[in-house]
């Protein structure tokens, strides 16, 4: 058989972590850096287990996930959805839009009802911070934050943690800088929590308008000019400019932003030849980063996308497992 069509390989799957108790997954704030860890070993054997999700398991057979968005996804929301599937669990979308909430139903009220079609698990994207702790204190089944406001999203943070790992970078002594919107950002939050315990130098960098120096406060850099720390970077995020949370413009023009602070040729030029260029998505083209950078070859921005899937089936089923296990 030839190497193009050899089946492919499929590595042993995970076995459940004795030290996992975790019923829900609220954030990365709580977490302990071996508990990170279990999440991304986790990841990595069912990514590996799945051939990279070519293969079916029933590790999660005659469970249902629930997802219940209340806000615009298309990363999260689908690759939960794969990822559920993947383990053999059944599937149930809620969409705010549509739904009985424009009929006066509560929060709470809808999470029962959906909870009472024997649901195991719940993914709750809100764009009110704290809805995942409040949806956890009101169901029995295990709840997992997609993102909530401005908070925190701990699996975005996860897979973008991940795929540095898979890239083969050591945490200790990596440089790893968050560029553009902190204050609106619970994509820089969920990094910053995960990659401080794990060790890296993290720096917050962009407008002042959208960098506090409070920031320093939990041992990260903050920093207000992406020319003077790129020589210096590992790894670049490139959080994208949240129009839609702000209430007034940060910055005088998105010319001036992106002349200051966008990704771009010449500043490629100087940064470390082995910079890995990242970005949670969607991205603005030409804002945060341009278009020759965002598929250029220190691009990982799809290998994020990828990781998505294994993050969210190694969360899945930690939660969902330690239920059982209760
Ligand atoms: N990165 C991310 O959360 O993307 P979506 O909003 O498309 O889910």
Redesign the pocket.
Known sequence: MSAATAAPEFGPLPRFPETWRRRHLLGLEDLSAEEILTILDTAAAFKAATGGFRRKLVELQGKTSANLFF???????NSFSLAARRLGADTVEFVASGSSLSKGETFIDTAKNIESMNVDVMVI?HHTPGAPLLLSQNVRCGVIN??DGPHE?PT?GLLDIMTIREHGRRFEGLTVALVGDIAYSR?ARSNIWGLKKLGAHVIVCGPSTLVSRRWEEFGVEVAYSLDQILPRCDVLNLLRIQFERQHTRPFPSVREYALLFAMNRERMARAKSDILIMA???INRGLEITPDVADGPQSVILDQVTN?VAVRMAVLWLVVGAAARA
Do not use: C, I, K
């Open positions: 806000e615009n996804s298309t990363r999260t929301r994207r997609a993102g999203h975005q994509t949670p998505g969607p998505g």
